[in-house]
């Protein structure tokens, strides 16, 4: 079998190269957004797992994948605005759609059983902090940032290139300290187990905030392992 990833291949390129790998990683709690520039054999003992395990899983994915001819669009090539466009009407928009719905559950689910489960205080006020966070990151990334990233792509404009990546650390800072309330959400939830005889709308709103973790993960791998790193290779040209 080929090995198209060794224990120094960094996270983020393995999602870069294998979108489908994200999923595998995941399931490991192995981060790939904000910690995308680490080898994931430091990320694997850290979480002090099997590295021979990851690596021969991912490699046979790759493999199972390429077998069956699965073609992912290639976002390391794409233009700035295909990508940019990807990322605002699905990612962007699936954060429109659900941040609302799952305020709305996370606040019945504390009423309700807050008594008895003293953690969904916690829940309730990191969901709308990160809630809260979001909404102004996805506004300042769409009216701001991601114009200045279309305009350098049209008209090659220095002053645009340089306005868009003097913006990049901001952006993010902001993906960490979202990946930061998510790990903490995910860890005073014990991996979102649910009680027992937890109802419907428990059960849901757990569901969705898992959801909600993979979404942004991968939204963030988008931009911090892909947009940003080809907009600062430009900038130093």
């Known amino acids: 079998m080929e090995t198209a990833f060794d224990r120094n291949t960094k996270t983020g390129d393995i999602v870069t190269r294998f ?3 994200s999923r595998l990683l995941k399931e490991y709690r192995i981060d790939f957004c904000c910690g995308g520039n680490r080898p994931i054999a430091e990320a694997i003992q850290e979480q002090n797992l099997n590295e021979e395990e990851i690596l021969t899983k991912i490699n046979t994915l790759y493999e ?28 962007h928009a699936y954060l429109y ?4 719905e799952l305020s709305g559950f996370v606040t019945k689910v504390y009423r309700v059983h807050g008594r008895h489960h003293p953690e969904l205080a916690q829940v309730h006020q990191l969901f709308h902090q990160l809630k809260a966070e979001l909404e102004h990151h996805l506004i300042q990334e769409e009216e701001h940032i ?8 049209e008209t090659k404009s220095a002053i645009h290139l340089t ?7 901001t952006l993010e800072k902001e993906h960490e300290a979202a990946g930061d309330i998510l790990k903490e ?13 937890a109802c419907t709308t428990y059960t849901l709103t757990y569901l969705k905030l898992d959801e909600l973790e993979s979404d942004l993960f991968q939204h963030i791998h988008l931009e911090n392992n892909i947009l940003f790193p080809r907009l600062k290779e430009e900038a130093q040209q």
């Open 19 to 21: 979108p489908k790998a």
């Open 64 to 91: 199972q994948t390429k077998t069956l001819n699965e073609k992912e669009i290639n976002w390391s090539e794409a233009r700035y605005s295909s990508l940019i466009d990807y990322v605002v009407n699905t990612h």
């Open 97 to 100: 759609e659900v941040l609302p």
């Open 146 to 153: 991601f114009p200045k990233i279309t305009a350098y792509e």
């Open 163 to 169: 306005d868009a990546v003097e913006a990049i650390d």
């Open 185 to 197: 959400l995910r860890k005073i939830t014990n991996d979102y187990a649910l009680p027992e005889g």
